[in-house]
Nanobody, 121 residues
């Protein structure tokens, strides 16, 4: 399964972006992570197979929302009230066999190529 992430770009602080991640095959639990150069990749949000259970990191809670459209094999990350500290490469990830969400990177089997999000102050 290949994951294709898109939607990144340059936005001013307070602005919004929507990231998309489309899978070439079936994936179950899906997540978004982000990484700043020189730092460890960190969890952003995750969603289970049905979309009924979601988890967001404290740093983005209330500003970011993960959701999915299984008919389109796509998971989205709606980002609003963006801050300069949200600047990072955002990666989507998928689980091969488990339906639940997870905040742990080791639980994911597939990774997208990353999309750059830059928030200017």
């Amino acid at each position: 399964v290949q994951l294709q992430a898109s939607g990144g770009g340059l936005v001013q602080a307070g602005g919004s972006l929507r990231l998309s991640c489309t899978a070439s095959g079936r994936t179950y639990g899906m997540g978004w992570f982000r990484q700043v150069l020189g730092k460890e990749r960190e969890f952003v949000a995750s969603i289970n197979w049905t979309g009924g259970r979601r988890l967001h990191a404290d740093a983005v809670k209330g500003r970011f929302t993960i959701y999915r459209d299984n008919a389109k094999s796509t998971v989205y990350l709606e980002m609003s009230t963006l801050r300069p500290e949200d600047t990072a490469v955002y990666y989507c990830a998928g689980r091969r066999a488990r339906s639940d969400y997870s905040s742990s990177q080791i639980d994911y089997d597939y990774w997208g190529q990353g999309t750059q999000v830059t928030v200017s102050s």
